[in-house]
């Protein structure tokens, strides 16, 4: 794969040329006057769907952040987004735009945010990369594994910051878990167990009436053809986070690449395999039609199991951590040492004090001190400044996503995958196909 990167690159900078677009004029007052000229972040945003309305109105609480520009293939959505941002700075300066180019090839624009569905993720950030935006970019960074050795060495190349959406690496109790296991507290670790739903299938919704205002052949994109239906792309303003694009292969990977993306995330960050990953998949023996049962596999002998379960849970041989988003506990010789799981049942505490005691009774001296964050956009932010890799920089964010599309690949096809997490390569047992899709006309990666 590496050895089509350059010329994959190249065909993309010819069509991502193609829609640049003049110059934004951003006006002198129509933004917070706290920060000076050269310290403002000047920003567009990408997709205006659910997801993108809670990253807008946190980006637009920094006063360092001038918000320039909304795009969406939606008109309704678009022009949403656009009166939101208006009225948080009193004026009607911002631009809405149909064609992502127009705010990726701005030199006016600093960063991008990315939080269309997965199947453009890495094309509109490769467009910004290349044209010198820094890019917050939705989990999964990628829709195959292709697009993420891409984006990765494009990001390297462009010395770009890219940070990826995973917020569970800037919320304490998955820090703290992590750092227990990384410092042997539960012993030698022998498997994790990761609870998220199933691998995607391919779309066979019906056709419905073309939703007005829609740019439905853009937001297909290069993705196949095929016709509208509002379970892909919802009418109107999103109340809902679509279930329709994520669970059909074309455009994302179900929930193994939407919350496996979080849970697999952070198993990698507990196991030390950022920028690294497993050596081979093996699917469940009903591959056809299993919702779970898949594992990936470590060099160091470590199991990772896709369970019902409970997160994130790591099981070592003096113990167990286990930990999802305002949960946390630790089980020692068989003893619960710490947990709040429950709200109802463990009273008395909170997960703060839980994740704390243990933090002070057992890495007051830890060797391995994790990264950070107290909070992912903010993060993001101060690596525009600092030039320093953020929490979940793009090499992380694609380890990541790799590890949930190894997963899926063992549920499409069924193979027993050897794997090379530094060349991301095929050892044996695979397809190379199965690492990139056929990409539709002019978008190409």
């Known amino acids: 794969m590496s050895s089509s990167s350059s010329s994959s690159r190249r065909r993309f900078l010819q069509t991502a040329t193609a829609g640049v677009a003049a110059p934004f004029f951003i006006p002198g007052r129509t933004w917070a006057q706290d920060a000076a000229p050269n310290e403002r972040i000047v920003m567009g945003f990408i997709g205006m769907g659910k997801q993108m309305g809670g990253l807008l109105s946190r980006f637009l609480q920094y006063p360092n952040v001038q918000v320039v520009a909304v795009c969406d293939v939606d008109t309704t959505r678009r022009e949403d987004a656009k009166a939101k941002v208006d009225k948080a700075y009193g004026n009607t300066s911002c631009k809405a735009v149909n064609d992502f180019r127009e705010i990726t090839t701005n030199k006016d624009i600093n960063a991008v945010c990315i939080a269309t569905p997965d199947h453009w993720h890495a094309i509109i950030s490769l467009s910004a990369v290349t044209n010198g935006k820094d890019v917050y970019c939705e989990k999964p960074l990628t829709h195959n594994i292709h697009e993420a050795v891409t984006l990765v060495d494009t990001v390297r190349k462009n010395n770009r910051i890219l940070q990826t959406g995973s917020m569970q690496r800037s919320s304490a109790e998955f820090r703290i878990a992590c750092e227990l296991v990384r410092n042997g507290v539960i012993g030698e670790i022998k498997t994790v167990d990761t609870s998220f739903g199933g691998p995607a299938k391919p779309c066979a919704l ?240």
């Open 206 to 445: 019906p056709e419905e009436p073309l939703e007005p205002g829609l740019d439905w052949d853009r937001w297909l994109g290069p993705a196949p053809v095929r016709p509208y239906n509002s379970e892909l792309s919802p009418r109107g303003v999103s109340k809902n986070f679509p279930m329709g694009w994520r669970y059909s292969r074309e455009y994302g990977g179900g929930m193994v690449t939407d919350w496996g993306a979080h849970h697999i995330d952070i198993a990698q960050w507990g196991l030390g395999m950022d920028e690294n990953g497993p050596v081979e998949v093996r699917p469940p023996a009903d591959w056809q039609t299993a919702q779970k049962g898949g594992q990936l596999v470590y060099a160091n002998g470590v199991i990772l199991n896709h369970v019902t379960g409970k997160g994130c849970s790591f099981f070592g041989s003096e113990g167990e951590v286990h930990v999802n988003r305002g949960k946390f506990e630790l089980v020692l010789g068989g003893k619960t040492k710490a947990k709040f799981w429950d709200k109802d049942l463990d009273k008395g505490t909170s997960l703060q004090r839980e994740y704390t005691l243990m933090e002070r009774e057992f890495l007051a001296n830890a060797k391995v001190k994790l990264y950070n964050s107290k909070d992912q956009i903010q993060d993001f932010l101060a690596c525009i400044k600092s030039r320093q890799k953020p929490v979940c920089d793009v090499g992380i964010g694609a380890s990541s996503a790799i590890a949930c599309h190894l997963l899926n690949i063992g549920y499409y096809y069924g193979a027993n995958l050897k794997w090379d997490p530094i060349k991301n390569q095929i050892v044996s047992g695979g397809d190379p196909k199965w690492l990139t899709r056929d990409y539709r006309g002019e978008w190409k990666v």
